[in-house]
């Protein structure tokens, strides 16, 4: 007997009605991009590992799945080397290529190819899957898509300002509650001075960004873990639990950081982004979260962070400056800033709470019922009316049984049924069937129309 197929975890199939649902997100994404002036672009799924290594932490490198070489991948390796199992020095030697493992890096990559193209600055989006070889888990898949729009070539906080509006209006679009948090690398980085301990700034920003998933005693240890000092992990405690309003804490944060010149950039940075805010009329509320740190090391300036307020589930949106990523690839000093919407998590926060439009997961709106070859050759122009006229419709393929093609409308939630006998021709009208209310009426094709978009 033949093995059941499956496919691999942390991946999904998606069904019709899925796919619209998924559709909708990426429309309204590419809407909202798209009256902010943002063009679209693609890269390949694959990358060069040295496109990819070094640039998202020891933690990611981890995460990245990586290509055998292609044919006798083997040949290059002694048995020796195989027997030796050391797997990283292995991957360098088998492996050429790896699945993206985010848009950021792939995009920085694009731009220094493309850069005598590029008109400055550049604001581009990409909605595209992305892979990670993490341990699955509610709201966490090994593919999944990212919806990223990112600025090159710009310094000014106004772009900061530009992407918030554009996460509002996302999730107002959607009907979704959230929380819009904000920080600063640069508010890290001073805090990291201050206790003490500036050298192990990314022990310490990868340790706190954990504290939703392992609480304050299990960032505290894995802080103790890194070899952070007993007197920094003291001081980092009432910072961690600062409490109070976006501007209390600024002032507060300003206080602890008075010797931080670093900090203190980050601390105005953070101030400017939420002024100029503060005047676009948001939806939802803007949070200073000073244990927000995201984990990838590329970031430089402004981090940020979505979370529904409905629905328990991690990061919906992040974001953040990242002003040298592009230097790694040759072209030193071309700041950026970006933000991605992961589509897979907003699916999942869309389906919690019910907050899909009818129109957007319907898809056939009307069925012509098939009596036969007379009758079909009736509806085909009839059918070709209704497309023209922006109607989704479909003649059904066999002459079956009434009962099957009604079980057929109902099971793919199609709201009208058109019926064309021998009266309806000699009229030149069909029966237009409301298949909710039940309701039956002789129409015209012009007077079916109508009815069908109202």
């Known amino acids: 007997m033949a093995q059941k197929p499956s496919i691999p975890k942390g991946t999904r199939d998606f069904s019709p009605e899925e796919m619209a649902k998924r559709n909708y997100i990426f429309d309204t994404i590419r809407e909202v991009y798209a009256l902010h002036g943002f063009q679209q672009i693609e890269t390949p799924a694959m990358e060069t590992l040295q496109t990819l290594m070094g640039k998202y932490g020891e933690e990611g490198d981890k995460l990245l799945f990586k290509i055998l070489n292609s044919g006798d991948f083997t040949n290059k390796v002694s048995d020796e080397e195989l027997l030796g199992r050391q797997h990283l020095k292995l991957a360098a030697r088998l492996c050429e290529k790896g699945l993206r493992y985010d848009l950021t890096v792939p995009f920085a990559r694009y731009v220094v190819m493309h850069r005598e193209q590029l008109q400055l600055p550049f604001k581009r989006y990409q909605i595209q899957p992305v892979w990670r070889a993490d341990r699955p888990q509610k709201g966490r898949y090994r593919e999944f898509y990212q919806c990223d729009a990112d600025i090159v070539g710009s310094d000014s906080l106004l772009n900061e300002v530009e992407l918030m509006q554009m996460v509002d209006k996302v999730?107002?679009?959607?009907?979704?509650?959230?929380?819009?948090?904000?920080?600063?690398?640069?508010?890290?980085?001073?805090?990291?001075?201050?206790?003490?301990?500036?050298?192990?700034?990314?022990?310490?920003?990868?340790a706190i960004d954990k504290l939703d998933k392992i609480g304050l005693e299990g960032v505290n240890a894995e802080l103790a873990q890194n070899g952070i000092s007993e007197e920094a992990i003291e001081k980092l405690q009432p910072i961690i639990a600062l409490k109070g309003s976006n501007e209390e804490k600024l002032n507060t944060i300003s206080q602890v950081l008075a010797d931080s010149e670093i900090g203190q950039k980050g601390v105005e940075e953070v101030r400017s982004i939420l002024n100029m805010l503060?005047?676009?009329?948001?939806?939802n509320e803007m949070e200073l979260d000073l244990?927000?740190?995201?984990?990838?090391?590329?970031y430089t300036g402004a981090i940020f962070e979505v979370k529904a307020l409905d629905v328990q589930i991690g990061s919906i949106t992040g974001g953040g400056r990242y002003d040298n990523l592009t230097g790694i690839f040759g072209m030193p000093g071309l700041s950026g800033v970006g933000i991605s919407f992961g589509a897979d998590r907003i699916f999942d926060v869309l389906n919690a709470l019910d907050l899909y439009p009818k129109e957007a997961v319907g898809a056939t709106q009307v069925l012509f019922i098939?009596?036969?070859?007379?009758?079909?050759?009736y509806c085909l122009p009839l059918a070709a009316q209704c497309r023209l006229a922006g109607i989704s419709c479909e003649i059904f393929p066999d002459k079956a049984?009434?009962?099957?093609?009604m079980a057929y409308a109902n099971a793919k939630g199609i709201h009208f049924v058109a019926l064309a006998g021998d009266n309806e021709m000699a009229e030149n009208k069909l029966t237009l069937k409301?298949?909710?209310t039940g309701e039956q009426q002789l129409l015209s094709i012009q007077e079916a129309i109508a009815t069908i978009k109202s």
Request: hydrophobic share 45%; charged share 25%; proline share 0%.
């Open 171 to 206: 999730f107002a679009k959607f009907g979704i509650r959230v929380v819009i948090k904000i920080n600063n690398r640069k508010i890290l980085t001073g805090i990291a001075e201050v206790i003490g301990e500036a050298d192990k700034i990314v022990d310490i920003t990868v």
């Open 434 to 436: 409301n298949m909710e």
């Open 291 to 298: 244990t927000l740190a995201r984990g990838l090391n590329y």
């Open 370 to 377: 098939n009596f036969g070859e007379k009758e079909t050759a």
């Open 278 to 283: 503060s005047l676009c009329n948001l939806v």
């Open 401 to 405: 049984k009434m009962k099957k093609q």
